[in-house]
DNA sequence: AGTATGCCTGAGACTCAGTCCCGTTTCAAG
DNA sequence: CTTGAAACGGGACTGAGTCTCAGGCATACT
């Protein structure tokens, strides 16, 4: 496991494991061994299993990033929730397409690579940790347990397939269409991670004739919180 | 990996596997090789390899049978969508607190187990796919595509929630209080995956007093269309 | 009865990821 | 120049997972 401290941008680490990633990709994941991928990275096998932790790990070695920067965001935010939340998502989006090059490599690597498509989802669950941290901290009172870590799959689940959406055609409006969805999720969960310094709401409700007044009042307290 | 069919429930697999995580519970998942794991469960190494792929599967071999469940309730489903998730969620549920010493044991050797519990991240990520599969086949049109994948990960983070709650103190409430946050998760995706045959809705939409006349006017094609 | 066929098993050799230890290099501080 | 810490390379070692081969055991066929 890779425990070392999150290492700068242009950093001889981060450039070792995008170098790391096109060997895998041109030659195969299972086909290269530890000790030929540390000598396509130009250091030896005890040195790149000292800074990388497995073979695994240094295909994601720059989500350790993403998410450090993504933790300080949050750390950091005073905007109301939802929007922090989808501000950071998109942060994470745009640093992961930062290098299209990269993300492309990656992205055919992990297709034809079933236990690094495995691995991913340990990776992605990390996100989902942080933003459910973040949500539990900031939520609303009365808010119930569930909401946070559903908020947080449902904003990784929407990013997982924005990022699909722009690597399947390189999209500029994917950015714009993520920033839509997250809206769309997060209005979903409004009365617990809204903005609590401006609470003055409008309320526009549209009923089925047929529609109960139980159904009705249930509808309304809901949204109401 | 294990890709023998799914085994009838006192199969002689089935109660191999939780004796193999018996033995790991009592005496450490790493101290334990493969070899001395196969003499536990009264096997030859190479069976065990055969039968359950590797050390980590074992631990894992019954959630087969309840994904399989799981398949087989949604296929034969004619409830409304939201009525469906949930009704196998908490099938789901219920077979894995079926045996509950068996439960306990497993929980608590994942407890002492980072790299079994990182293993259960994509193991649990099964159910998530079989429930977005499920609800992009019944989504009603429009439904965007955002939403059976965000609603499937809030199902199985509220199941997880829920088990865990289980775990800490056996309340037999915990089904009662899990079928009560899955028709909260499910209300928030109600337009989508209602019932089709009673197409009545109550839509109640929640607008910023300073929100424009566009922004409210768009919010609300969305929701009606 | 004898035999052929197919399946599951056990045994052992083999590859390779990951760990550990030890001696060497590098480099900055004193 | 000396010293001490930190990174490095080499090489031995453990253990998971794969593969091959040979034997046991049942059913089916003659």
């Given at each position: 496991?890779?425990?070392?401290?999150?290492?700068?941008?242009?950093?001889?680490?981060?450039?070792?494991?995008?170098?790391?990633?096109?060997?895998?990709?041109?030659?195969?994941?299972?086909?290269?061994?530890?000790?030929?991928?540390?000598?396509?990275?130009?250091?030896?096998?005890?040195?790149?299993?000292?800074?990388?932790?497995?073979?695994?790990?240094?295909?994601?070695?720059?989500?350790?990033?993403?998410?450090?920067?993504?933790?300080?965001?949050?750390?950091?935010?005073?905007?109301p929730a939802g929007e922090a939340v989808?501000?950071?998502?998109?942060?994470?989006?745009?640093?992961?397409?930062?290098?299209?090059?990269?993300?492309?490599?990656?992205?055919?690597?992990?297709?034809?690579?079933?236990?690094?498509?495995?691995?991913?989802?340990?990776?992605?669950?990390?996100?989902?940790?942080?933003?459910?941290?973040?949500?539990?901290?900031?939520?609303?009172?009365?808010?119930?347990?569930?909401?946070?870590?559903?908020?947080?799959?449902?904003?990784?689940?929407?990013?997982?397939?924005?990022?699909?959406?722009?690597?399947?055609?390189?999209?500029?409006?994917?950015?714009?269409?993520?920033?839509?969805?997250?809206?769309?999720?997060?209005?979903?969960?409004?009365?617990?991670?809204?903005?609590?310094?401006?609470?003055?709401?409008?309320?526009?409700?549209?009923?089925?004739?047929?529609?109960?007044?139980?159904?009705?009042?249930?509808?309304?307290?809901?949204?109401?919180?």
């Amino acid at each position: 496991m890779n425990t070392s401290l999150p290492a700068p941008n242009g950093s001889p680490t981060v450039e070792a494991a995008t170098a790391a990633i096109r060997h895998l990709a041109e030659h195969g994941y299972e086909k290269t061994t530890a000790g030929e991928l540390a000598d396509a990275m130009g250091m030896s096998r005890s040195t790149f299993f000292r800074r990388f932790g497995s073979k695994e790990d240094v295909v994601f070695a720059d989500h350790d990033l993403a998410l450090a920067h993504l933790e300080q965001l949050l750390a950091e935010a005073d905007d109301p929730a939802g929007e922090a939340v989808a501000r950071g998502t998109v942060a994470v989006m745009h640093r992961l397409i930062r290098d299209a090059d990269a993300a492309r490599q990656r992205s055919e690597l992990l297709k034809r690579t079933p236990s690094l498509r495995e691995r991913e989802l340990v990776i992605t669950h990390r996100y989902e940790r942080v933003f459910a941290g973040y949500l539990v901290r900031v939520a609303s009172p009365g808010t119930p347990d569930w909401a946070p870590v559903a908020l947080a799959a449902g904003l990784v689940a929407v990013h997982n397939a924005a990022l699909r959406r722009w690597l399947r055609h390189d999209d500029a409006r994917a950015i714009s269409a993520l920033e839509r969805d997250l809206a769309a999720l997060i209005a979903r969960f409004a009365p617990w991670f809204g903005d609590e310094d401006r609470p003055s709401r409008v309320v526009v409700a549209a009923f089925d004739a047929e529609a109960s007044s139980e159904e009705v009042l249930r509808a309304l307290r809901e949204q109401l919180g």
